[in-house]
C-alpha cells in the first residue's frame, strides 16, 4: 500500500544498503558485508513496476540491481536479496568482457544454460525484461569503448 523507500546509509552503527516499507519508520538492511562496493553514496532508486527491486549505482563498479529471491540469502545479509551485476554474464565479478559476450552468445545458441543470476546479469539494455540480441549488442558496444558504461 505504501512504495518502498531505499536508501545507502549508516543506520544504528551499520553502514549499508537498506530498504523500509512503513514510510521510513523500520528499516531492513539487503546488502551484505560482501557486497559493499568500496562506497557509501551510491545513486539509488526502487523500481516502480516490481516491488523489492532496487538499481543502484556503484561508483565506477557498474549498476548494481537487487531483487527478491526465491531462496533465502545465506551470505550473512539481514534479507533476501540477490546483488546483480550488469553485463557479467559469466559470473566471474567483472563485467563486458569477451567471456561475457562469448557466454551470451553460447546461451542464444542454444549451447548453454544461465543461471537465474546469470540471466540478471544479461539485462544490459533498458526498457524491457527479455535477454536478446539488444543485450548482446551492448555488451559489443561496451567492449569496443562506443559508450563508457552498459545503457540500462
Not at 63 to 76: A, H, R, V, W, Y
Not at 111 to 138: F, H, P, R, Y
Amino acid at each position: 500500500t505504501y512504495p518502498a523507500i531505499y536508501t545507502c546509509a549508516k543506520l544504528d552503527g551499520v553502514q549499508g544498503v537498506f530498504r523500509s516499507d512503513d514510510m521510513g519508520e523500520n528499516w531492513v538492511r539487503i546488502n551484505d558485508n560482501a557486497h559493499q562496493y568500496g562506497s557509501n553514496n551510491y545513486v539509488i532508486t526502487g523500481d516502480m513496476r516490481e516491488y523489492g527491486t532496487v538499481y543502484y549505482g556503484a561508483n565506477g563498479r557498474g549498476i548494481i540491481m537487487g531483487f527478491l529471491s526465491d531462496t533465502p540469502n545465506t551470505s550473512g545479509g539481514d534479507d533476501d536479496v540477490v546483488s546483480v551485476k550488469i553485463g557479467d554474464i559469466d559470473l566471474d565479478k567483472y563485467a563486458g568482457k569477451m567471456s561475457d559476450i562469448i557466454t551470451l552468445a553460447k546461451y542464444f545458441a542454444g549451447k548453454i544454460s544461465l543461471s537465474k543470476e546469470a540471466l540478471a546479469n544479461a539485462q544490459c539494455t533498458s526498457g524491457d525484461t527479455i535477454v536478446d540480441s539488444a543485450d548482446l549488442s551492448a555488451l559489443i558496444g561496451y567492449l569496443l569503448n562506443e559508450f563508457s558504461s552498459l545503457p540500462v
